[in-house]
Structures are given as C-alpha cells and as structure tokens.
C-alpha cells in the first residue's frame, strides 16, 4: 500500500543527510582554523586524524544520499540537483584534508597571520553554505539564500585579495627557492577550498531559482 507518511519521510532523509554533509564540511573548515592557530609540530599527526574522520564521514553521508536515491521514487528536489549539491559539498572536506596533508610533512616556516586570514574567510564561506543548505528543507525564500550568497561571494573575493598579498610577501620575503614553491601550492589549495565552498553554494543558488 502507498504510504504518504513513508513518502514524506523519504522527503525529509534527503534534507538531513544534505545539512549533515554541509556540517561536515563546516566542521572541517573550522579545524583548518584551529590547526593554524594552534600550529605546533608535534601535534599534527594526532590532529591530521580529525580531519581525515571528517572527510570519511561526509564521503559516508555521500554513499548513503546516493543509495536513498537509488531507493527513492519520488524526490524532494529533482535528482541531479541531489548528487550535484552532494558531490559540491564532499569536495570541501576533501580538499581541506590534503592541505593539512601537506601542512604535515612541511618543515619550512610558514606566514602564519595570512594563512590563518585566509582560514577565517573560508570558515565564512563554509557557514554561509550550510546556512543555505539548511534554508533547502524551507522552501524557495530567495531573498535569505541571495543574501547569504553575497556574503559567500564577498568571502570569495577577499580570500583572492589575501591570496595576491601573501604571494606578493612570498616573492619579498627571506624565502627560500623550495619554499617558495611550496607556500604557492599551498595558497592555491586554500584559495581551491573557498571555491568549493562557492561551487556548492551556486548549485543552492541554482536550485532556488529553479524552485521559485
């Protein structure tokens, strides 16, 4: 028999498995922010393992929305939209876990306050996407979901800003050769992080406007 309570219930499992993916995402940016902070060493082994449990975690919260809808007859937002927003929002995590995988095995010095600058710009754009993916489960309110994406976007265009001057500190400073390469690297990998943060809330962004 057709079951209209298992029918909304299917509805809702898609909702929280996409806000538990975008919190895990936040999550991970805000252990970015703490590593840097907190930048020693001889913790980074035991830290490195936070952030790998947190990519394992959301590639879980991944499989699981692919499965329902695999399951699922009937779906809250078209299908493409799912996979688009599920697959945006694992990117974040994941590319976060290879910048502390490398933070791990560098033993130059490192320009700490533009690092940790361009942390908090992503750890902005991280909140901004889970705000928005939250606002999914409420409708198509595309005033709350344009201001929360202008403020994804302005963090956007300050990380490219902090991203120019730490490169342009790197060529001026007491740097060396294998240093410098490496800091490049790792601004662009940061700078990469942002963007996914501003891929996955184009696709929020995208599917509002699709809805209203």
Known sequence: MFSIRKLFGKEE???????????????STALLGRFLQ????????????????????????????TEELCRTFVTPLE?????????????????V??????????????????????A??????????????????KGTKMDRISS?????QFAEGEA?????????ELYHGPYEAKEVIFLLQLFEMVEKSVDRCRDAGNVVFQIVLKYS
Do not use: C
């Not at 876990?97 to 361009?118: D, F």
């Open 97 to 118: 876990e290879k910048i502390v995988e490398r933070l791990a095995i560098y033993p130059g010095r490192l320009p700490h306050a533009g690092l940790v600058r361009q």
């Open 38 to 65: 907190e930048h020693a060493a001889n913790d980074w082994p035991n830290k490195i393992d936070d952030f790998v449990h947190t990519r394992r975690k959301d590639k879980r919260i991944t499989q699981q929305i």
């Open 148 to 152: 929360a994406n202008e403020k994804l």
């Open 13 to 27: 499992k898609f909702f929280d498995l996409l806000e538990a993916s975008a919190e895990e995402a936040r999550a």
């Open 120 to 137: 908090e710009l992503l750890q902005l754009a991280a909140d901004n996407v889970a705000f928005m993916v939250g606002e999914l489960r």
């Open 79 to 95: 299908r493409e939209d799912i996979e688009a927003l599920a697959f945006a929002l694992y990117r974040i995590p994941k590319m």
């Open 160 to 168: 490219d800003k902090v991203m120019l001057n730490l490169e342009k």
